[in-house]
């Protein structure tokens, strides 16, 4: 597998999901993995299974009481008042059977992702699984139950003492729970754009913040305006993300490709279109090859126009990671297998019509505000990462 | 809640109304603050900022600057009209006082003893906890009817959805929206859901008025 891409899946990470109308499906992660087998993606790429993270994992950046919580409601105990604090239970996260045991495995999932590329036995690797970024340290919190990534990025760090991770999030809401668990690290540089916290979950992400302690420069935030289309957010990730991580010369990249940024998507106020969601995977790739011999991890995140977006994001992210050319046309076979449950009308091809995502009567205003809040961060920051 | 004692700072940095300018600039420095009580046998009797210290002594540059600071006496710079809180006071009445007088602090005194000290950066630290900034939340603006019910009905609403409130604050009577009948109030709500789409939309049927981000 030396050189290649992998990709870690296996049917049990599906069983994370929070059921009934809930818009975390793990539908979306099937639709997917179907979607790129139908193109003939997956020619070449088994499957690569991995193991649940353990306990002793997972307390490398949560606690354990939380730990104990959240395996106690899965078997449907605990007291109500005691899930609340700790983020289970109600609208977000509701409590579902087994729920330890499911994001343990999407956690030992990005774990393996990542353990494969340290090692050189591949030299991407992508678990769409994951990308649970808002999970604190003892909270469950937007979706999120275990934080992979963070559990990730500690045990990389304890099993090869001195590495530099870049941890890169492009989801519409604020990579938090990342970010939180190494604020202080300046061996962990966290980037993340995605829509202000004026309005939107979970409100931080502000540029001002920027690390504390030694980490001072090592946490980077680009609040984006409501409304941002492709052409402002290429252009402000073109203007930052390449110079922080020149400036950080990270050994591993660890991206959170979370698509709920498209236009569609029913959650954020985003304007992108799969323009933003081809572009963006193919910049990380170009960076991990020129920064750090390729070593690259790919995650999932949010997305919740699961029809019409994820799968064909999702698809455009593994053509990056495995450097295959993205096909124009959504495979007849799969809109045959799919189009029929779809509530909305499935699109014919990979790549949106720019005619379909008319430009905003903003969207000057709004691309001279993002100019500005990106030039302000990458003034502040780059003198700061060494 | 919102008290001053439970935004100010108990550890004072204070002076004597005999410590020199120069010695007064370097504790500002050292403790990282900017406006210093002054004590004379445990009273408070003034109050200086580093601001009142550098503008009594000559420019930047003066060759007479150096020698003016080590012979000034913080007596001859403080003021002495001090205006203080008291540590039960509601925030709010310290934020007022502040604002009107122009002030960047206040001095929290009790039975004639310094107990404390609030600046105008505890005040704005008050407001973040308040808003509930620096929990997880959607933030939205939702504007109703100034009537007996309609703020409750709103929050009513969040509870059906099961979704916690981080933080309540119902704001001045303002103009209501064209076509409805006045005067409306506007509540900020931050709500624990990242999803707060179906909330909205009842709000909205409702007859509350949602102000959500611009249009685009």
Redo the contacts between chains.
Sequence with gaps: MSGQAAIVHDMSLESYGFGGDH?FNPLRIRMTLELCEALGLLEGYPFVASEPATVDDLTTVHSLTYVRVVQKAGRGGGDLWDL?HYGLG???NPIFPDMHEACARVVGAVLEACRLVARGEATHAMCISGGLH?A?RSRA???CVYNDAGVAIARLKEEHPGIRVAYVDTDA?HG?GVQWMFYDDPEVLTVSMHESG???????GGGEERGRNGGVGYSVNVPLE??TDDSSWISCFEDLVPEVLRAFEPDLIISQNGCDGHALD??T?L?ATTRLYEHVPKRVHDLAHELCEGRWVATGGGGYDIWRVVPRAWTALWAAVSHQELPEKVSEDWLALRGAQSPVKLPHLMRDDPADYAP????PE?ANRNRRTTEQVLEKVLPLIH | MLLVKDSMTREVVVLSPETTAAEALAVCRERRVRHLPVLEAERLVGIVSDRDLRSAAPALGDPGRVEALGKLRVSEVMSRDVVSARPDDPIEEAANEMRERRIGCLPVVENDALVGIITSSDVMEALVQLMG?H??????VVSMPDRPGTLAGAAGIFGE????LVSTVSGPKQEPPPGEQGPWRAAIF?I??????EAIEILEQAGYSVL???K?
Excluded: K, Q, V
């Design positions: 818009p609340m109600g609208g977000d808002h604190l919190s937007g979706f809401h938090d004026r309005y939107l979950f979970p409100g931080t409501p409304f029913p959650l106020h304007s905003a009567a903003r969207a709004i | 900034a929990e997880p939340g959607s933030r939205l959805l099961g979704i916690n931050r624990d859901t990242i999803n707060p789409a959500w981000p611009p685009p």
